[in-house]
């Protein structure tokens, strides 16, 4: 399976996001801005899921949200929201341009792996089923 | 006139009586002084009495004075007839007098300002004196009591006698029965006894036989003239009227034994001249009194004005500085508000990191000791994560999401919500919403967790129990309000004004943003939030929200 795609200028929570999943045994990589993570997918990186952070320095995580879902090709990567402020708004706005969940910093590590767990269990299926 | 004098018939009937006998005596004294003509003297009194009788009494007197001056004058010259007459011409006069007093100068206030001073004299002592002293000379002369030829000079001494009996009698009754409302500083017992001292020093000097300028008739009428100027500045008009009726007294008796500036070879000449002068003494001291007077009423009026105004620009002053306080109040939150929105996203992205770091080596760790710090360093986690949050409520004041909201239906809510937490704390919860009440404008969410933490702060207030009341009324004003009322500790005087700041907290692990953050949540929906607090007796919260107009 390709690496997971963390989306987050902190390097720390990158690091600390990576060693989590990598302890439930995911593998992952991370991109600092929209523009790094854009030009990885593009490049064919094709992530299996994105963890994206909603504050990112070249922009708002929502609008590379729904730059990613509306396009064709990727539209179809599950994408979990992370967001250091408490805001029901941009939550419920993450969601309904096709998030397929949203956390708020700080996260509970069980939670977030058991998301992440059941999109990606859903994927591998719809890739057997497709193939 | 007034009924209020008939009630007691008997009473009546006595002052009538006492009238008459008054009236009639002063007209005997009077006609003592008549040198003219048996009956017509320039020293009648009774004309005064009429009117003053009239304006205290009421016209229906009038028996009194008609069988007074019918006596005087049957007594005098013995004629029916011209008695009869007479006495009706007294009669119309004070009537007439008392009448028109009463019509255009304001009765028995005639002496209270200068105007109506200077109307009575026109009104009552010179128009209505014409009436008796031309009834009363004409039947005179009809019946030969006066020669024709006389008839110009007993006329002008009768009603000259009438109507100074009407300028210093008058007043003199009128302004010792009739309480003044003075505006005058009360003048010392030494200024009293100096006045009266100037007083009798110039009537002794005028009109005592053992004085030189009496003797000699030297014209020192004029002398008069200070003290009475001093009176009238700083008496009350009863005694300036009080002090030309002795001096008028003294007068009379002095020109009438030859004395003073006055006194000619034609004992009526002299005391026709003496009473015009003492005339112009008293209309000129009760105008200067009663101007004075008005002087002192506007300055005092100017005086309350001012201070009045005074108490207002106090009062103005306060409520601008009470909104400046608020203001300055407001902005402190607004720029805590965004201050906060900015810390949170800094703090929370390495609070995540110590959470989400330690709750991996938990997972990783399978040693107990260690296992319960790394909860240790979670469960802080979340209570930094906790503080935060209410910090970000500060930061989001949209007033856009306000709906129309059924504020029994949230308050039930909010008191089930918490029936748990009341019983496990043996708090009893008392409900008393007003049934209908009208719907307000909120944001549910924020109304709820604003009433939350108001309840919440109450059952901290109650660590061994008590009561919680939750009230909800819908006042008249059109405001609904929402009362919290705990029996619990109690908030000491000096806290109460605090106690909504955010950080401000008595409690040891409190953050003090619960009760701010109620603050903030009633501020924007436009209400208001008011504190009753005696300690050891409970809490208050009282939250006023405006109801939906419809």
Redesign the interface.
């Known amino acids: 399976m390709n690496p997971i795609l963390i989306i987050d200028d902190?390097k720390?929570?990158s690091f600390?996001?990576t060693?989590?999943i990598q302890?439930y045994g995911f593998k992952s990589i991370t991109a600092k801005t929209c523009e790094e993570a854009l030009k990885y997918i593009e490049s064919g990186g094709n992530p299996p899921l994105i963890i994206l952070d909603k504050?990112l320095p070249d922009g708002d995580g929502i609008n590379l949200l729904r730059l990613l879902k509306q396009k064709q090709e990727y539209k179809g990567i599950p994408v979990i929201m992370l967001t250091?402020?408490?805001?029901e708004l941009s939550s419920l706005e993450a969601i309904k341009i096709g998030a397929h969940a949203f956390f708020?910093?700080?996260?509970?590590?069980?939670e977030i792996m058991k998301t992440i767990e059941k999109v990606l269990d859903k994927e591998k299926i719809d890739k057997e089923k497709s193939s | 006139m007034n009924s209020r004098y008939r009630a007691n018939p008997v009473k009546e009937t006595a002052i009538i009586v006492g009238i008459f006998i008054v009236y009639f005596l002063s007209g005997k004294l009077g006609l003592k002084l008549a040198f003219e003509n048996a009956s017509a003297t320039a020293v009648w009194p009774p004309t005064g009495i009429a009117i003053a009788a009239f304006l205290l009494r009421g016209y229906h007197i009038f028996p009194a004075i008609l069988a007074g001056a019918f006596f005087i004058n049957i007594t005098t010259t013995g004629d029916i007839i011209t008695s009869i007459l007479i006495a009706i011409g007294n009669t119309s006069e004070g009537l007439l007098g008392a009448w028109l007093v009463n019509k255009y100068s304001e009765g028995l206030n005639t002496f209270a300002s200068s105007s109506n001073i200077l109307k009575f004299v026109f009104l009552a002592g010179i128009l209505s004196t014409l009436v008796s002293a031309t009834i009363g000379v004409t039947s005179l002369a009809l019946w030969d009591f006066v020669k024709w030829d006389n008839y110009a000079s007993v006329w002008l001494t009768w009603w000259i006698g009438d109507a100074v009996g009407a300028f210093l009698i008058a007043p003199l009754i009128v302004l010792w029965f009739k309480n003044e409302i003075v505006h005058l500083q009360k003048p010392s017992a030494a200024e009293s006894a100096a006045v009266v001292l100037a007083l009798l020093f110039v009537s002794y000097f005028e009109f005592s036989p053992l004085s030189v300028s009496a003797v000699k008739n030297y014209p020192l009428s004029f002398l008069l003239i200070p003290p009475f100027v001093w009176i009238s500045f700083r008496f009350k008009k009863r005694y300036v009227i009080t002090a030309a009726f002795l001096v008028s007294v003294v007068a009379i008796w002095s020109t009438l034994h030859g004395y003073g500036p006055f006194s000619t070879s034609n004992t009526n000449i002299s005391l026709v001249f003496l009473q015009s002068f003492i005339s112009l003494i008293i209309i000129l001291s009760l105008v200067f009194a009663a101007i004075v007077d008005e002087r002192n009423a506007n300055e005092e009026k100017l005086r309350q004005a001012y201070s009045s105004m005074e108490v207002k620009v106090f009062e103005r002053t306060q409520e601008l500085k009470k909104a400046e306080e608020e203001l300055i109040h407001s902005e402190k939150l607004a720029s805590l508000g965004r201050f906060s929105?900015g810390i949170?996203?800094?703090i929370?992205?390495?609070?995540?990191?110590?959470?989400?770091?330690a709750?991996?080596l938990k997972?990783?760790n399978s040693n107990d000791e260690i296992s319960q710090h790394l909860d240790f360093i979670i469960d802080n986690?979340?209570i930094a994560?906790n503080i935060?949050?209410d910090l970000?409520n500060f930061a989001?004041r949209d007033t856009a999401s306000l709906k129309e909201t059924d504020l029994t239906q949230l308050l039930e809510k909010v008191c089930n919500g918490v029936e748990a937490r009341c019983e496990k704390n043996k708090i009893r919860i008392i409900k008393n919403i007003q049934p209908g009440l009208p719907n307000i404008k909120a944001n549910e969410d924020k109304l709820h967790t604003a009433f939350l933490n108001l309840i919440s702060n109450a059952i901290d207030a109650m660590p061994g129990g008590g009561t919680l009341r939750v009230t909800a009324e819908h006042e008249p004003s059109g405001e609904t309000v929402v009362t919290f009322e705990d029996s619990g500790s109690g908030i000491p005087r000096e806290n109460i004004s605090k106690v909504l700041e955010p950080f401000f907290t008595t409690k040891p692990d409190g953050t003090g943003l619960g009760l701010a953050l109620a603050y903030q949540v009633v501020n924007l929906h436009s209400g208001r939030i008011e504190i009753k607090s005696e300690v050891n007796e409970g809490t208050s919260f009282i939250i006023k929200l405006p109801s939906v107009q419809n």
């Open positions: 902190n720390y929570i600390t996001l060693e989590v302890d504050k250091a402020y408490a805001d708020c910093k700080p996260f509970n590590n069980e | 929105a949170a996203h800094e929370r992205n390495p609070l995540a990191n110590i959470s989400s770091l709750q991996l997972r990783k986690s979340e994560n935060i949050k970000l989001s």
